[in-house]
């Protein structure tokens, strides 16, 4: 089925949900589905595409020990890329994407395994990691835009 970005809109404008991304494998993919509606703007702050390491810790101030002990695809660094977008941003709900989109495997990590964060100012900041398979790098981007987007509608609800 899946949730659409007027649906999400609509339940953040319902919610009070300004919502701001971190993104990695995407590269601002999500951020640009949710602006490609009217209305968006008066729900969505901001979205940060931080793809190296180094800029996860400039911009979000992602320790750079999580890299280090789990790597930059993990549910460890997702969680703090949201928190980091959370006090970065004028936010009060934020998710994060870090995957290996391929094709084929990135340090180790298998092409489709894709790591979501998310913060908020009323909800305890979590992540959780989604394996979408080796379905080629297009798929595991639109999947993982899809996935947060539901993700986001989730929350709010």
């Given amino acids: 089925m899946g949730i659409s970005v007027k649906q999400l809109i609509s339940i953040a404008k319902e919610k009070g949900g300004v919502i701001a991304t971190a993104e990695s494998c995407t590269g601002g993919l999500l951020a640009a589905k949710i602006t490609s509606v009217p209305g968006s703007s008066a729900v969505f702050d901001r979205g940060f595409i931080i793809y190296s390491n180094q800029s996860k810790e400039e911009m979000l101030k992602v320790n750079r020990e999580t890299l280090i002990k789990f790597g930059a695809v993990s549910t460890e660094v997702a969680k703090e890329m949201a928190i980091g977008a959370l006090n970065h941003s004028k936010a ?5 994407i870090s995957g290996v989109a ?18 908020g100012t009323n909800i305890e900041a979590g992540s959780e990691l989604i394996q979408f398979g080796q379905i080629g790098r297009y798929n595991v981007r639109k999947k ?5 987007l539901e993700k986001l509608f989730n929350i709010l609800n």
Avoid: I
């Avoid at 009060?92 to 994060?96: H, R, V």
């Fill in 92 to 96: 009060n709900l934020t998710l994060s």
């Fill in 102 to 119: 391929g094709p084929g495997h990135s340090a180790g990590k298998p092409e489709g395994l894709v790591c979501f964060g998310w913060a």
């Fill in 144 to 148: 993982s835009v899809s996935y947060g």
